[in-house]
């Protein structure tokens, strides 16, 4: 759980002492996980390149973590989300698209049905 980043250990010290990390180490290298802020900075600011390199060096759930962000707040950069859906299978402009029609959707049946009376309720005529 620890090597896929569904557990994560904030101390520095104890992932050396676990063999997580190499003595002297003051910054995560074997095992990273991505704060919102270095989601939106790897999604908007990185070079495709260091993009590449930063998503390569996490574990899956780390990318799909990125995949959700990007779905969540609609950021597409074609490069990057087409890298992503290489590594992890999921397509973010996909996604982003299915969102939209939900939330289309769901206002058009809202509009629809915003004069109807709940069932069970009756009107005197």
């Not at 939106?40 to 590449?52: A, E, G, V």
């Not at 973010?92 to 289309?104: N, S």
Request: aromatic fraction near 6%.
């Amino acid at each position: 759980m620890i090597d896929t980043g569904l557990l994560y250990i904030d101390d520095m010290q104890a992932k050396i002492d676990l063999g997580l990390e190499e003595p002297g180490t003051e910054t995560p290298t074997r095992i990273k996980v991505f704060t919102p802020e270095q989601i939106l900075t790897l999604l908007k600011i990185k070079k495709y390149d260091d993009f590449k390199a930063e998503i390569d060096s996490v574990s899956i759930e780390q990318a799909n973590e990125v995949v959700k962000y990007a779905v969540e707040n609609n950021l597409v950069d074609n490069d990057k989300v087409n890298y992503l859906k290489e590594v992890t299978g999921k397509d973010v402009i996909a996604m982003i698209a299915r969102k939209r029609l939900e939330a289309d959707a769901e206002k058009a049946y809202d509009a629809k049905n915003k004069d109807k009376k709940p069932e069970g309720v009756f009107t005197s005529v």
